[in-house]
């Protein structure tokens, strides 16, 4: 008998799930295959509660990572009915079908069902120096930044390195020597901070044809980051600071 995924009381409300899987696990099978889970949820359960629901009363042998289940760690990113989406931020009562499918994120290999190696995304983040390059002396107190310095990159500042952008982008798909949107993103964050010193090295590393020249604007990336972070406008500014040599470090439209 199904299970909620909160609870084994049933309500008016209950929503009469099929969930769809694919299923992989490379010590017992030749390819992937979907398996399909009959389950009862509740209007505000997450996609994340029906899937551990699945795990803990159904199939234990279920891989997916979790953490948080707060939209912060990024680790439970995986496609939700075609699209790449943190599981515990999608709720049962915005789905439009009783229908779900759920899938690991593209372009990475898979290690079992929905568990991705992360290894080459992050291979990827460290090569773009995703650190503040400052070799100034140290003041005495901290390095200050006006309110218009800050404004520059703070947008960039929110990525949890969950992939869904990266892996969301079809040049990604086909060239996995692609930096991707993620280290293209965190190589913002650093480029335009006023206290960093490292930008020039930064934009020689992804003058390159596996750097932002990779990216074909398409605006999956945008569409897929959970936090709601203008993913093409971010690699569009470093691509005009390339073109341009210069590298604005405060926002003209906020008063310092």
């Not at 929503?15 to 696990?25: A, D, K, P, S």
């Not at 912060?72 to 499918?101: E, P």
């Not at 750097?211 to 500014?237: D, L, M, Y």
Request: net charge negative.
């Amino acid at each position: 008998m199904a299970q909620s995924a909160t609870s084994p009381t049933a309500s008016s409300e209950v929503r009469h799930l099929t969930v769809r899987i694919m299923r992989f696990n490379p010590e017992a099978d030749e390819r992937p295959h979907w398996e399909q889970y009959p389950m009862d949820a509740e209007p505000w359960d997450r996609v994340l509660d029906v899937i551990q629901n699945i795990k803990w009363y159904h199939d234990d042998t279920l891989g997916l990572r979790r953490s948080c289940a707060h939209g912060v760690c990024g680790s439970d990113a995986m496609r939700i009915n075609g699209r790449n989406q943190l599981a515990c931020k999608v709720l049962v009562k915005s789905l439009t079908s009783d229908t779900i499918t759920v899938e690991p994120i593209l372009g990475l290999p898979v290690i079992k069902d929905l568990i991705v190696d992360m290894k080459p995304f992050f291979d990827h983040y460290k090569s773009v120096m995703p650190f503040l390059v400052n070799d100034d002396p140290a003041p005495t107190t901290e390095r200050l930044q006006s309110q218009a310095e800050r404004e520059v990159y703070d947008e960039t500042t929110k990525c949890i390195l969950c992939a869904c952008c990266t892996t969301a982008c079809p040049p990604f798909w086909g060239d996995r020597k692609y930096v991707g949107p993620a280290a293209i993103v965190n190589a913002h964050r650093f480029i335009f901070d006023s206290r960093d010193r490292g930008a020039s090295e930064r934009l020689e590393i992804l003058n390159d044809a596996e750097g932002v020249w990779r990216c074909r604007t398409v605006f999956n990336c945008t569409e897929a980051c959970p936090r709601g972070i203008q993913v093409t406008k971010a690699i569009s500014q470093v691509k005009r600071a390339l073109l341009t040599g210069e590298v604005p470090k405060a926002s003209p439209t906020v008063e310092s």
